[in-house]
């Protein structure tokens, strides 16, 4: 008796530590990558905005070059945007590393060494780095953090990057949606877990309870504590789910819209023949496929004209943006690639890799006629649902160019 006594301490001690360790590793794993995500499409707002401020102002060499009216005209823009508190500086440094202009003119003809961030940025990706206000140094954030952000300077007809847009921002204007959007995940993990170890304490309570019976008490056990870590997945998934319907409330047109998706995929399924495993995969990753819109600003989300090219970059993110949220949970790592190839065509012209065909996996292909039939029959902010009949039409017309020609087909009969 003193053995078992020992057996479900030790069980009661461990386990507990194992629950509470495997949510807070999760939590911290999906709330990093959310919080990256956040900041990321911030970034990219921002260098939208200076690459508009600045192309304004430069001369027509060519290069990354400004002449004197136009540095002055660029100063002055500046110089009103950091009145406001929104801009706390900026500089362009072309392709040699040379500063062509900056907001303390001291630091214009100064060589500057290319960091990779910067090489990311001459080779046409947005990036960015929270720095100390005073040090430059990277941190994680703080009172006196910045937001420095890279963008590429095209100049020309061809396209080229001719250098790069130094953009400083203070952090503190987005922190506040930063930490909304990781404690969304991590509060509703950690009280899953908290709720599994009040279950798990009640499973050894009862267990304890007259142990005539050793090993089938035990084997019970044992199936109860599996079920306790399965529920612990279960809330991390239902955290993710609450997560993505967090984003379809951020625009009052696509709420419900994951559901949707999920249930005109699952109909797909059935009429594929589909086994229950890929099932399961389906629906799950219909239900969290938009989840990577969480790092989408919602002025961009929201607004009810067409988007920009450079707006519409920033909605062309969220497939991969959702995967690597997915990537950081291990038992979702099935889903993880049909959520970042959603967006892909059969045709080669879509994202974010461009792949083509059956390239494309499977349920990528049954999940994009899921997304693109809702989107159609769902009104958005720049026009209303199609007729049922339309959107059918719509999705034959595109079937072999946007969509697989066989999953149309098993639409329709669906």
């Not at 709420?255 to 890929?278: C, D, F």
């Amino acid at each position: 008796m003193e053995q078992e006594r020992l057996a479900l301490h030790n069980i009661r001690v461990y386990g507990l530590v194992t629950v509470m360790v495997i949510a807070t590793v999760v939590a911290l794993l999906v709330a990093n990558q959310v919080r990256t995500i956040v900041i990321r499409g911030a970034s990219n707002v921002v260098a939208a905005g200076s690459v508009s401020l600045v192309r304004g102002c430069l001369d027509d060499t060519g290069e990354a070059s400004l002449a004197e009216v136009g540095a002055i005209k660029l100063k002055e823009l500046v110089a009103d945007r950091q009145t406001g508190q929104n801009l706390m500086g900026l500089r362009i440094v072309d392709a040699k590393g040379i500063i062509v202009f900056s907001s303390a003119p001291s630091e214009v003809g100064v060589s500057v060494l290319q960091d990779e961030r910067t090489m990311a940025a001459l080779n046409g990706a947005v990036d960015f780095a929270i720095v100390d206000d005073e040090t430059g140094d990277a941190v994680v954030d703080g009172d006196h953090s910045v937001l420095k952000v890279y963008a590429p300077l095209r100049i020309g007809d061809d396209g080229r990057v001719r250098g790069v847009i130094e953009t400083y921002k203070p952090y503190e204007q987005i922190a506040s949606s930063v930490r909304e959007a990781s404690l969304v995940v991590v509060i509703p993990i950690l009280l899953g877990a908290m709720l599994s170890s009040v279950g798990l304490l009640w499973v050894i309570h009862h267990a304890g309870i007259g142990m005539k019976e050793r090993d089938a008490e035990l084997e019970s056990l044992n199936e109860r504590l599996h079920d306790s870590m399965l529920s612990l997945e279960g809330q991390s998934l239902g955290t993710l789910q609450a997560l993505s319907a967090a984003v379809d409330e951020k625009d009052a047109y696509t709420a419900r819209h994951s559901l949707g998706v999920t249930n005109w995929a699952h109909a797909i399924g059935v009429t594929a023949g589909l086994s229950p495993v890929q099932m399961a995969t389906l629906e799950r990753a219909g239900l969290l496929h938009d989840i990577g819109k969480i790092g989408v600003p919602e002025s961009v989300l929201l607004k009810p004209e067409r988007l920009t090219e450079e707006e519409f970059a920033l909605i062309r993110e969220h497939p991969d943006a959702g995967a690597r949220i997915l990537e950081t949970i291990p038992f979702l790592d099935d889903i993880v690639n049909v959520v970042r190839y959603h967006h892909e065509r059969w045709d080669g012209t879509g994202y974010p890799e461009g792949l083509s065909g059956e390239k494309i996996p499977y349920l990528a292909r049954v999940l994009a006629v899921a997304d693109a039939y809702d989107a159609m029959i769902t009104d958005r902010p720049y026009r209303k649902a199609m007729p049922t009949e339309d959107a059918r039409a719509e999705l034959l017309a595109c079937a072999g160019t946007q969509f697989d020609p066989e999953v149309v087909h098993l639409f329709v009969q669906a």
